[in-house]
């Protein structure tokens, strides 16, 4: 399975922007579906982005239309472009990997957003 490792998380006025990275250590190419999940203190975990192998992308309700997932290939790399961003977006996102054949579920160690005037 691969390592992830997320970068760029930080302080923004509301309105603003952020990209999120995530860099594995393998390739990613193949793997069955990556993804971005978020949680606050006393909540579950939140999926809010996801793109498969095929490149189809998915997003919660709460962030489409502000969001985009996309992946490098040649980095092995995973980002997240926040934009429009609210107080409500305020959390710990997660880089997460799942693969069907090796079967695998692997997560980042997490980064700090917080949307804040």
């Known amino acids: 399975q691969v390592q992830l490792v997320e970068s760029g998380g930080g302080l923004v006025q509301p309105g603003g922007s952020l990209r999120l990275s995530c860099a594995a250590s393998g390739s990613i190419f193949s793997i069955s579906v990556m993804g971005w999940a978020r949680q606050v203190p006393g909540k579950q975990r939140e999926l809010v982005a996801t793109?498969?192998?095929?490149?189809?992308?998915n997003y919660a309700d709460s962030v489409k239309g502000r969001f985009t997932i996309s992946r490098d290939g040649a980095k092995n790399t995973l980002y997240l472009q926040m934009n429009s961003l609210k107080p409500e977006d305020t959390a710990v996102y997660y880089c997460n990997a799942r693969n069907i054949l090796p079967t695998y579920n692997s997560w980042g160690q997490g980064t700090q957003v917080t949307v804040s005037a």
């Open positions: 793109i498969t192998a095929g490149s189809t992308t």
